[in-house]
């Protein structure tokens, strides 16, 4: 089970601190075992308390709508300012960087401010989005797939990009040339399946997907399915990462040229 | 003491309070709605549980699994927008959205979010020159009610996927995005765990019997009508001679293929034919099978699900270059729904000719399993019932979806919420699939049936 769980789950409050300690730690990484004790102490009240459980189901709420906020669309950007504004916008907004043609990267700052100098020249498109580690999903991604000239695109490290966003960029096939999805945890083979509509891709980062269930294999299916494409995988340093019983276990899979 | 914990569960709802006390809410959204059921009223589903899928509740006593002969769990699991009949298309639209979102919607604190394994590769079908103008008015209307699909000629279709030979072929369609194959099972364990955590009880056992009350009313015209209302359900209890009488407010028949059994045990059916009160449910199982064979030169991963002009069928499954297919038999062929036998000799005759003369490379392939499993098949039109009965009053269908019954089950269940809780549909309009269309003779014809 490589989906991650911690989108959707609680981290232990601290309860000598009253309910106030709850909103502060929704984003705290405990570490392993005090997060089981906790985890443990929580799950006795919620299945004794139906207000803990309640409490906890609201707070798993709010959670999910925090992701669903910094993906909502920027209609009256789009508007006044056309697609390419729009979406390079959403992606400053959401921590990731954009070049325009002809022009430098554009990168906000460590207080996540950013110029808006873009926004003089609407027409210039939009040439590569680095939107890697951000948390962008299905819906955030309607603004990037307005982005019709767009050539690369990373991805890498995104918690929310799964099978289900791959699906969508098709809508790209024509422009793109370069995809990273390196390090997404949700993404399996099941999405790289449909990457075959992107004919113009030259360049593909495949590594470290942590849910494809054959890594080896997969990336022989990917090449032969995009003929033209490069595709990196990491095949071969995964044999390396691998502990001394696992790596008896892997001398069954293809041993890559 | 069965009987005494049923009906302590049935008449409170989780917080301990009764029945009347509840916040009345039409605010809010489906996930709510579905609590606001459980906690309004007692309802009964012969199968035991309240979820929409295809749930069997008629078993004989000799199968202890409950869901072994369920079609939900020998679908090949296959989700398309690509119908002829808008009200299926939105169904379809609606339940890809729930199957995106499922994590959100059947979220249960504690437990390890659900991987229902979508194939977001979406479906080809393939036309002859006989069909290419159906399937062309068909593509008008997805794409109308917002499906994405592209219709490919034979030089693009062999550009797309070198492993098709195109001979014959006028005309395919392709859905680019929401449509796919997922894992039926993985859906029907979210939606029981999710409902089990929300306080609705399981039990499990055949329905033998429904104890109702008549009422005489009389219409607008004159004629005397007799209405119906079930007060109770018998559940006979698995190995045994003993039955559970389960007090009901609401029955749901959602039932399957064995939906025209349960009907007529609640009166449906009975009557002069021609009536109102004569019209049975048409809904009868038909047996199909589907084959899993191994092909080491077949397709690959960009594979589709490819339906074939001539009705076979085959898609991916996993890596290992494994494929799933089948194919319909004509009327005359139907094999005997007596049991889960499977014929090999089928394979043989019907379903590897078509599928080798447009796949090439599988004329070399190498059958690995196979299965049968039941169709809901709705006689009359091949779509789905879906409403209450106008005579048996406190009972509503969900059945006769003739095999695209698991990828419109999660917008059934919120329409048939609807119906209960407001007495209308309120999202999609499903008055054509009303009960009423057997009596009146109106078909809605659909197309596109597998």
Known sequence: ?????????????????????????????????????????????????????????????????????????????????????????????QGGAVKFQG???????????????????????????????????YHGLDNL???????????????????????????????????????????????????????????????????????????????????NCEVLGADWTQ???????????????PIPA | MLRRSLQFALGRDVLGRGLGTHRGGSTLDWNGKMSE???????????????????????????????????TVLSVGGIRQQFSVPENIQLSLFSIDFLRNINEYLAVVDDPPLDIQFNPSGYLLLASEKGAAVLESNVRVQRQEGAKVCLMSPEQLRNKFPWINPEGVALASYGMEHEGWFDPWSLLQGLRRKVQSMGVLFCQGEVTRFVSSSNHAETPSGEEVTLKRVHEVHVKI?????????????????????????????????????????????????????????????????????????????????????YLGGCSPTEEEEPDPENLEVDHEFFQDKVWPPLAQRVPAFESLKVRSAWAGYYDYNTFDQNGVVGPH?????????????????????????????MVLHGNFQTINLSPFLFNRFHLGEKVHEHNII
Not at chain 1, 166 to 180: G, I
Not at chain 2, 56 to 71: C, G, I, R
Not at chain 2, 390 to 418: C, D, I, K, W
Request: proline letters at 7%.
């Open chain 1, 145 to 227: 797939l307005a982005l019709k000239e767009l050539q690369s695109l990373w991805l890498r490290h995104c918690p929310h990009v799964d099978d289900w966003c791959l699906s969508r960029l098709h809508s790209l096939a024509n422009s793109l040339q370069e995809l990273s999805l390196a390090g997404c945890p949700r993404i399996s083979e099941r999405g790289l399946a449909c990457l075959h509509h992107l004919q113009n891709l030259r360049r593909l980062d495949i590594s470290d997907l942590p849910a494809v269930s054959n890594p080896g294999l997969t990336q022989i299916l990917v090449e032969e399915m995009l003929p």
């Open chain 2, 238 to 322: 698995d190995h045994s001679l003993e039955y559970q009488p389960v007090e009901c407010a609401i029955v749901i028949n959602a039932a399957g293929a064995w939906s025209g059994q349960i009907a007529e045990l609640a009166g449906v059916g009975k009557g002069p034919p021609g009536t109102l009160q004569g019209t049975k449910l048409p809904v009868e199982p038909r047996k199909r099978y589907v084959y899993l064979w191994n092909c080491p030169q077949g397709p690959g991963l960009e594979t589709p699900f490819v339906i074939d002009a001539s009705g076979a069928y085959f898609r991916r499954e996993g890596l290992g270059n494994n």
């Open chain 2, 390 to 418: 106008p005579l048996v009053v406190n009972m509503y269908f969900a059945t006769g979806f003739s095999g695209h019954g698991l990828q419109q089950a999660p917008a059934v269940g919120r329409a048939v919420a609807e």
């Open chain 1, 1 to 93: 089970m490589a989906a991650p769980r911690a989108p959707l789950h609680l981290m232990a409050p601290v309860w000598n601190q009253g309910t106030r300690g709850i909103h502060g730690l929704s984003k705290a990484v405990a570490p392993e075992d005090s997060q089981r004790k906790g985890r443990s102490l929580l799950q006795f009240l919620a299945d004794h308390f139906y207000d803990v459980q309640a409490l906890r189901e609201y707070l798993l709420r709010k959670q999910v709508l925090k992701v669903h906020q910094k993906n909502r669309p920027f209609t009256h950007i789009k508007e006044r300012f056309g697609p390419h504004a729009a979406g390079a916008y959403f992606i400053l907004k």
């Open chain 1, 103 to 137: 022009k430098e990267w554009i990168r906000p700052n460590t207080r996540g401010r950013f110029s808006l100098d873009f926004l003089k020249f609407p027409e210039v498109p939009v040439e590569a989005v680095d939107a890697s580690g951000s948390a962008i999903n």
């Open chain 2, 37 to 71: 059921i459980k906690k309004k009223i007692q309802s009964v589903l012969p199968g035991g549980a309240w979820t929409q899928l295809h749930d069997t509740s008629y078993l004989p006593p000799e199968h202890s699994d409950v869901y072994s002969q369920a079609s």
């Open chain 1, 239 to 253: 044999g390396l990462r691998l502990g001394p019983e696992e790596q008896s276990r892997d001398t069954a899979s």
